[in-house]
């Protein structure tokens, strides 16, 4: 049996890495993005900000994949910053991609989830959900509704056979990562900084949170919805006294 899967953010990053890895098992992956990757994805270009555009991109998805099993809401950006350095525009700009833009996809998505035997939805969350970082306020208020919200869909929609989880990456070594890096006034210390932060001490590949993506919105997880599964080198449950 092949499952049919819709990642969002597919083009790059840990979207990417999880379109790849789903397909690797194989998957038939629907990669929506703004900048879609071509094959062996079935590629549709969409940006989740716009509803109309958004209902129709997976409904093309569903049609070319012959159905929808799995949703990966993994479409996001980020922002840095306390409450006081973004307007009221940038504000809404951030939560219209990462929160409002995962209701649209998954609202496009549930009547084709609820015709799958194995429907799931992963929603790519954060670290940032959980735990108070420096200069994060409006990327850490999205995460937070991400988490929350998660939550409700799967109390909502457990009954109708679609399992809801979220995966809760720490610092990961991503595109967006190494563009923050780039504009640092050190760029190699500021990797080591972030490093440091984790107790692992090293950043979490794409590839990790990939594979418990995977796992998430496989069969062998039919008893799993409603979990935030952190994958993120420790930094959440983890106290280590300093390193002398």
Known sequence: MSLKAIVTGGGSGIGLAVAALLAERGMKVAC??????????????????????VRAAVAEAADRLGGVDVLVNNAGIGAQGTIEDNPDSEWQRVFDVNVFGMVRV????????????????????????????????????????VLSLTLAMAADHIREGIRVNCVNPGTADTPWVARLLD??????????????????GRLVRAEEVAAAIAYLVSPEAGATTGTALAVDGGMQGLRLRPNH
């Not at 929506?32 to 555009?53: A, Q, R, S």
């Not at 504009?183 to 692992?200: G, T």
């Open 32 to 53: 929506l993005d703004v900048h879609p990757p071509g094959e062996p994805f079935i590629g549709i270009k969409v940006d989740v900000t716009d509803d109309v555009w």
């Open 106 to 145: 998954a609202r496009a998505a549930l009547p084709y989830l609820r015709k799958s035997q194995h429907a799931a939805i992963v929603n790519t969350c954060s670290i940032a959900a959980t735990a108070g970082l420096p200069e994060r306020a409006l990327y850490s208020a999205t995460k937070g509704a």
């Open 183 to 200: 504009s640092a006034p050190d760029p190699e210390a500021e990797r080591a900084a972030l490093n440091a932060r984790q107790p692992m």
